[in-house]
T-cell receptor
Framework: DGGITQSPKYLFRKEGQNVTLSCEQNLNHDAMYWYRQDPGQGLRLIYYSQIVNDFQKGDIAEGYSVSREKKESFPLTVTSAQKNPTAFYLC?????????????FGQGTRLTVV | SQKIEQNSEALNIQEGKTATLTCNYTNYSPAYLQWYRQDPGRGPVFLLLIRENEKEKRKERLKVTFDTTLKQSLFHITASQPADSATYLCALLASGGSYIPTFGRGTSLIVHP
């Protein structure tokens, strides 16, 4: 089945630690995105990538880093510089140049700082 | 600044009625507007897209309208069912090529049997 997979579903981080959230898609999509969702808030864009080996900052990139070494994979690292990392993280992908531009989302990773 | 507004209060309706959700925006020139459904603890799922030159789009029990003069989209679910209970998000994709979805905070819909 084609889709987008995030792992793990739940992640606990100690203060000062870096953690990496995985996102893999087999939809052959060029574009991939990371969003953060806080309770009662909309999705806020962290980073996006439209081509391998290239990515752009979104609205709230501080304290986060990404890589795009393969078309299928777009991991997100939450660094110790992110002061309030507890949130629900969503990865998405979409086709470029497609008039429908529908975004497909993973099931999310809930990150908690302990 | 750019803003997308959806009613933060939950919408409670009785089964069988039509639910109407609103998405207003300011300082945007969207090429497309999308609606997604999100269930608790899960990622959003795409429902419908409407283009800036379209007034209305339908899919089964769903209808979306788009008024670029009012800067507003309405999302209707007819003959609503308890299974329609979820949060509904609107997303705007601006013209200019990148088409990165920018989301509102969503409105929770609760359909009572």
């Amino acid at each position: 089945d084609g889709g987008i997979t995030q792992s793990p579903k739940y992640l606990f981080r100690k203060e000062g630690q870096n953690v990496t959230l995985s996102c893999e898609q087999n939809l052959n999509h060029d574009a991939m995105y990371w969003y953060r969702q806080d309770p009662g808030q909309g999705l806020r864009l962290i980073y996006y990538s439209q081509i391998v080996n290239d990515f752009q900052k979104g609205d709230i990139a501080e304290g986060y880093s990404v890589s795009r070494e393969k078309k299928e994979s777009f991991p997100l690292t939450v660094t110790s510089a992110q002061k309030n990392p507890t949130a629900f993280y969503l990865c998405a992908s979409s086709m470029l140049g497609n008039m429908n531009t529908e975004a497909f989302f993973g099931q999310g990773t809930r990150l908690t700082v302990v | 600044s750019q803003k997308i507004e959806q009613n933060s209060e939950a919408l409670n309706i009785q089964e069988g009625k039509t639910a109407t959700l609103t998405c207003n925006y300011t300082n945007y020139s969207p090429a497309y507007l999308q609606w997604y459904r999100q269930d608790p603890g899960r990622g959003p799922v795409f429902l419908l897209l409407i283009r800036e030159n379209e007034k209305e789009k339908r899919k089964e029990r769903l209808k979306v309208t788009f008024d670029t003069t009012l800067k507003q989209s309405l999302f209707h679910i007819t003959a609503s069912q308890p299974a329609d209970s979820a949060t509904y998000l609107c997303a705007l994709l601006a013209s200019g090529g990148s088409y990165i979805p920018t989301f509102g905070r969503g409105t929770s819909l609760i359909v009572h049997p």
